[in-house]
């Protein structure tokens, strides 16, 4: 009994393992062709990656807004770099739309920049500040100040489609290695030459 205990649990677990989604990677860049079934980026360190699209690929738009949208209340995603006083500065802040309230809840290292950070929470309190503003954030494991100095982009994004993939559109794309190839599960893109800061 004992035996086939431990062959259940083994074929059980990997089973979960079997389950257990890809990493997913951001690639950062701009366009370099696209054909409707392969997207082509040249990402930032300047490596060219041809992707395949995933049969869920989705695509949205992002755009700036005014630095008035980051108000108490509001549900924002902000990556940062810690300060010498503990606070961390923001590099980018992006207001999700309603709908996307709770996204990635919580505070996690993030890949834009060395040592930086993600924190997605909602703002408790904006205060202004000679460089700009000053965020107090909550979200369920804890609270965050985060200083967001003058001139730091703040955009929201909202439902795009394809026509956005132009070559040169600045993006950043979630990509998956799927039945072995290099997968597109989602865009983030900017109209008109506008890189998304995220």
């Not at 920049?113 to 703002?123: D, K, L, R, Y």
Request: glycine share 10%; aromatic share 4%.
């Amino acid at each position: 009994m004992t035996k086939l205990l431990a062959a259940t649990l083994a074929l059980l677990c990997a089973v979960a393992a079997a389950q257990t989604p890809p990493p997913t990677q951001r690639l950062r860049g701009a366009v370099q062709s696209f054909d409707g079934t392969t997207l082509v980026v040249n990402e930032r360190n300047g490596t060219v990656v041809s992707l395949a699209l995933a049969d869920n690929f989705s695509i949205a738009e992002v755009l700036p807004i005014e630095a008035t949208a980051i108000a108490p209340g509001s549900y924002i995603g902000t990556a940062a770099l810690p300060g010498p006083d503990g606070s961390l500065r923001a590099l980018e802040v992006l207001v999700f739309p309603e709908a996307s309230r709770g996204t990635g809840e919580g505070h996690v290292p993030w890949d834009l920049e060395p040592g930086s950070t993600m924190t997605n929470a909602t703002v408790a309190q904006v205060v202004a500040t000679p460089q700009g503003r000053s965020m107090t954030l909550k979200y369920k494991d804890g609270e965050k100040t985060v200083v967001v100095p003058d001139g730091v982009p703040i955009v929201t994004f909202k439902p795009g489609d394809r026509t956005l993939l132009v070559a040169g559109a600045k993006v950043v794309v979630q990509a998956q290695v799927r039945d072995g190839k290099p997968t597109a599960v989602r865009a983030l893109a900017g109209r008109n030459g506008f890189a998304p800061p995220m």
